[in-house]
């Protein structure tokens, strides 16, 4: 078995470790052994933190000696993307304006895994602070899609999810702003979870959008993302967003039964842009559960139209709000050369944004300006308002909404560079929930014709988790069953 360490799930791994067939210690050497050796090629780490990881495992090995019942992801080696703050490691968000930052407390969710006793393996890579469908704005380098080196492999969570798909960890976190868990999952063939808005703390997660921003887990399978976020939902006094919850454990959703649930296919969702493939995948799936009796019915929410272009203008808006602290002065790198405060500033943040960032900050001051304020941003909240009333108009009928996570397959690196347009495109089945605040997973379902990965998509009302991964367990067994 130690040879095949790093193919075995989390859920997996834990019960080995339980059972003393390995150790901790054994773990986290065959994980920074399978980082050394693929990573130079994959590119999902900014920072591999080996003494760190060494160290917990050690002290994961002694709980579990102690013939006590640790935490489930005791000795179980991850990573985290790095917008997440890790005291003493730096935390870059993949930016220039932050290389050099180092943290003096950990952000809750990292809290929330060492006490769990979870080795953290180092921080992955990303689109700069956030802001992209692709990692290829990561100020530091470029990250491919394992399943196929020339493609990208999603954002902006794309270093959380080739980590995990590459198996150099055993699971990964990352954050879900318009669809950055959802994409990057969907794009190299993984589970990817994107909580109800308030499940999980953002105390210490660097914010792109407030109301938006919500961290998740990225893992092999359905049973390891109900193990993860088991262990990071809950309250946090510190976070005013944090929900007043006992979310308790998800392992009892996992019962592979659907009978009788409601799934609608909003129609809106299903355009001439959906590449047959996906469009193939994602009626297959309805197929399979209502051979599983659950019911499926085809539904209109035109509201989904408005989405995408108010997602952007709020994204952006509060972005610029967010990213205002990082100045030369309060946070971050500060520019070697200035004359006088404004040129500081000046200097300072043209030198220290990458392209993408600095033209989302440009927007989103742009509406949040007089004259424009009542003409974009307060349309777009008004847009929310509808597409809030839309998605419980559906769930007061259904349990799930299915469709797609992407329009596409991944790209070709490189592929998406001339137009930003085209990239924002992409996210147009992914915002909708994070406007929302709705719970959302991509679920692998099959391959194109090019070998690549694609997946389904499934939203639940707000605190409906379990529903979501009942159908996703249930739709994971039926294609073992199926291959087998």
């Known amino acids: 078995m130690r040879n095949d360490v790093t193919s075995l799930t989390a859920a997996q791994l834990s019960a080995a470790l339980r059972a003393r067939e390995l150790s901790a210690a054994e773990a986290a050497d065959a994980y920074l052994a399978a980082i050394e050796q693929s990573d130079g090629e994959i590119g999902?780490?900014?920072?591999?933190?080996?003494?760190?990881?060494?160290?917990?495992?050690?002290?994961?090995?002694?709980?579990?000696?102690?013939?006590?019942?640790?935490?489930p992801l005791t000795g179980v080696p991850m990573a985290l993307k790095d917008n997440m703050c890790t005291r003493d490691v730096r935390t870059t968000c993949a930016s220039r304006i932050l290389a050099d930052y180092v943290p003096t407390y950990d952000a809750h969710v990292a809290a929330r895994l060492q006490a769990a006793a979870a080795p953290m393996l180092g921080k992955l890579n990303m689109d700069e602070f956030a802001m992209g469908s692709t990692t290829e704005h990561s100020a530091f380098r470029m990250t491919r899609n394992p399943r196929n080196l020339a493609y990208v492999p999603g954002g902006s969570s794309g270093g959380s999810a080739a980590a995990v798909a590459a198996c150099e960890a055993a699971f990964a976190l990352g954050s879900d702003t318009g669809g950055s868990i959802r994409q990057p999952a969907a794009f190299c063939g993984v589970v990817g979870m994107k909580p109800t808005y308030g499940a999980v703390s953002r105390r210490g997660l660097v914010a792109f959008a407030s109301s938006l921003d919500q961290i998740g887990p990225l893992t092999r399978d359905v049973r390891d993302s109900a193990l993860v976020l088991s262990a990071i939902a809950g309250h946090d006094p510190q976070d005013a967003t944090s929900l007043p919850r006992d979310w308790g454990s998800f392992d009892d959703a996992l019962t592979g039964e659907v009978r009788g649930m409601r799934v609608a296919l909003p129609r809106q969702y299903f355009t001439e842009a959906l590449a047959?493939?996906?469009?193939?995948?994602?009626?297959?799936?309805?197929?399979?559960?209502?051979?599983?009796?659950?019911?499926?019915?085809?539904?209109?929410?035109?509201?989904?139209?408005?989405?995408?272009?108010?997602?952007?203008?709020?994204?952006?808006?509060?972005?610029?709000?967010?990213?205002?602290?990082?100045?030369?002065?309060?946070?971050?790198?500060?520019?070697?050369?200035?004359?006088?405060?404004?040129?500081?500033?000046?200097?300072?943040?043209?030198?220290?944004?990458?392209?993408?960032v600095r033209r989302r900050i440009l927007l989103g001051s742009f509406v949040l300006s007089a004259g424009y304020y009542d003409a974009y941003y307060r349309k777009a909240l008004q847009a929310r308002t509808l597409l809030l009333r839309g998605f419980a108009d559906v769930f007061s009928?259904?349990?799930?909404?299915?469709?797609?996570?992407?329009?596409?397959?991944?790209?070709?690196?490189?592929?998406?560079?001339?137009?930003?347009?085209?990239?924002?495109l992409g996210d147009v089945c992914t915002v909708p929930v994070n406007l929302a605040g709705l719970p959302a997973l991509s679920l692998p379902y099959g391959v194109d014709g090019d070998g690549l990965p694609i997946a389904v998509q499934l939203i639940g009302r707000h605190f409906g988790e379990r529903a979501i991964y009942r159908a996703a367990y249930a739709l994971e067994q039926d294609q073992k069953e199926v291959r087998a």
Request: hydrophobic share 45%; aromatic share 8%; charged share 25%.
């Open 44 to 71: 999902a780490y900014l920072t591999v933190t080996a003494d760190r990881a060494r160290a917990q495992a050690a002290h994961a090995d002694a709980l579990l000696k102690a013939g006590e019942a640790p935490p």
């Open 397 to 424: 009928r259904f349990d799930l909404i299915l469709c797609p996570v992407a329009p596409t397959a991944a790209w070709k690196i490189g592929e998406m560079g001339g137009d930003p347009t085209e990239m924002y």
């Open 276 to 356: 047959p493939a996906v469009r193939d995948g994602v009626l297959a799936a309805a197929r399979a559960l209502e051979g599983m009796g659950a019911h499926i019915e085809e539904i209109s929410l035109p509201v989904l139209d408005a989405a995408l272009p108010a997602y952007y203008i709020m994204s952006s808006a509060e972005a610029s709000s967010n990213l205002a602290r990082f100045d030369g002065v309060r946070y971050g790198t500060r520019a070697a050369e200035y004359d006088s405060l404004d040129e500081l500033y000046c200097r300072t943040r043209s030198e220290g944004f990458g392209a993408e």
